[in-house]
Structure formats: structure tokens, C-alpha cells
């Protein structure tokens, strides 16, 4: 199975891509949300790839041996809109929509992302799926995600007796599209950083509406956080996660280097 899977904590599932061709890493807050779709997606990644690989029919028999159900995601955050990162948000939507019988009302998954991107998104990013060649998907943001912390779920909420809500911190990291942004999860000091760093390396600028200055600053704010697990929108040749306070800060000292 392309997807290599991994747990930090009791409740946060990395999903990172191991195919042949291109696809994101995705991550998963598992059991946060009330009500009966209480997973929280991070960039579901790729539907099909350039290879042809099935890069969601991965991801969910890797989430199912997990014992988690797309059905039961009721929140999909984007860190970007590139469609290596956003393409199956829509089979997300798609798998939790409840039509409530006799009722007119459609339920479904919310989605979430800034709002810099949801606007680059439409005035740009929409282009880039015909450059892939693919259609671009329906994204109806929900939420806009601004800077500053975002408390999902509530005390005593999980469906599995314990403490339901995690808080994290929306960081705007543009630079690799204009509305990018890392997430941090102070409790298990873990950093989703979308495509702004990876192992030794960073993300591409040279995509419409990319700004190398842009993402220097964003990277300069990233690298003050103290970080145990930094979770990459990709893997390189390198490695993919990188875990220790100690690997993270070489990690961060090397890229500001490189930029
Ligand atoms: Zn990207």
C-alpha cells in the first residue's frame, strides 16, 4: 500500500505517501468533533495521480485499517489549494453527506481553509487543475481560517470517553501560494507545515502566485516554535517526518541556509 502510516499521540494519524508518483502526506485528528462524523481531515491529497496510482483509494484503506471511515470526517482543512493537496476533499464531502430521510436539508463534511487561498484559489488556482488536466473541484469553504488558534470540538466529547477538543494554532505561511498554512498542535508539540519546509528541503515558488521572500518569512516564523514532530506535505529524498526537538532545529537551521 503507497500509504506508510503512522500515530503521534493517541489521536493524531500520519498518512504519508509512499507511490511512485506525486501525492501529499495527510494527516487525521481522529475523534474530535461531535455528532457522528468526528474525524478531522488535513489535506486528503490526490484522487488519481500523473502515474495513474489511486492515491485516494490509498488513503482510505490505509485510514480503514486505522479503523477510521471517510464517511465520518465532518472536517476537511486545506493547508493549500494546489491539487496535489485539495483534489479529494470533494470524495471527503462526497463520503459524509448524510441526506436525512423526509427532510430537504443535505448534511455534509465542512471544509476549511484561509481566505487568501480560497481567493487565490478562484482567481488562479482553479487554473492550475486544467494544467494537470483535471477538472478543478468544488470548494465551498465553510470556515475561513484565520491566524491565531482554532479550538475544535469540545471537553469530554470523544466518542471514546476521553477529552474530545484539541487546540491548535493557524499559522499563515504563504509564500509557496499566497493563503498557505501550517497548523501547530501544542500538545503533542506536532507542526503540519503544508508545503512551506520539508526534510531538507522547502516548497516549490515558482507556481503561479509564489513568492520565495514571502515564504522566508514564513519559515523564519515557523522555526521559532518549538516543534517534536515537523509533518511535511511531502516527503523527499531525504526522509519524510522529522521527529526530535534536535533534528527539527538542524532541519530549520539548514533550510534558512538554503533561502
Ligand atoms: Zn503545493
Not at 103 to 131: C, H, I, N, W
Not at 143 to 159: C, N
Not at 245 to 258: C, E, G, L, P, Y
Request: glycine letters at 12%; one cysteine or more.
Amino acid at each position: 500500500m503507497p500509504h506508510q502510516t503512522r500515530r503521534i499521540g493517541e489521536r493524531l494519524h500520519c498518512y504519508i505517501w509512499q507511490g511512485r508518483g506525486n501525492n501529499c502526506n495527510t494527516y487525521l485528528f481522529a475523534h474530535v468533533l461531535r455528532g457522528d462524523r468526528p474525524h478531522i481531515i488535513v489535506d486528503p491529497g490526490s484522487v488519481v495521480n500523473e502515474l495513474r496510482e489511486d492515491c485516494y483509494g490509498s488513503l482510505v484503506a490505509a485510514m480503514r485499517a486505522d479503523g477510521i471511515e471517510a464517511g465520518d470526517i465532518g472536517l476537511v482543512i486545506n493547508t493549500h489549494t494546489h491539487p496535489d493537496h485539495c483534489h479529494a476533499t470533494e470524495k471527503i464531502v462526497e463520503a459524509g453527506t448524510r441526506e436525512p430521510a423526509g427532510k430537504a436539508a443535505t448534511r455534509q463534511p465542512l471544509t476549511a481553509l484561509s481566505r487568501q487561498e480560497y481567493d487565490y484559489f478562484k482567481s488562479v488556482g482553479e487554473k492550475m487543475f486544467g494544467m494537470f488536466g483535471m477538472p478543478a473541484p468544488q470548494l465551498e469553504p465553510f470556515i475561513y481560517l484565520t491566524e491565531g488558534d482554532l479550538v475544535l470540538g469540545k471537553a469530554g466529547d470523544s466518542a471514546e470517553g476521553g477529552d474530545g477538543r484539541i487546540e491548535l494554532q493557524v499559522i499563515l505561511t504563504p509564500g509557496h501560494s499566497p493563503g498557505s498554512i501550517s497548523l501547530y498542535w501544542p500538545e503533542q508539540r506536532a507542526l503540519i507545515t503544508g508545503d512551506a519546509v520539508f526534510f531538507g528541503s522547502i516548497g516549490r515558488t515558482d507556481f503561479p502566485g509564489g513568492s520565495i521572500s514571502t515564504l522566508k518569512q514564513s519559515i523564519d516564523k515557523l522555526a521559532d516554535l518549538d516543534v517534536e514532530y515537523l509533518l511535511p506535505g511531502h516527503s523527499t529524498e531525504y526522509g519524510s517526518i522529522i521527529a526530535s526537538k534536535d533534528t527539527v532545529r538542524r532541519n530549520f537551521s539548514a533550510i534558512r541556509r538554503m533561502v
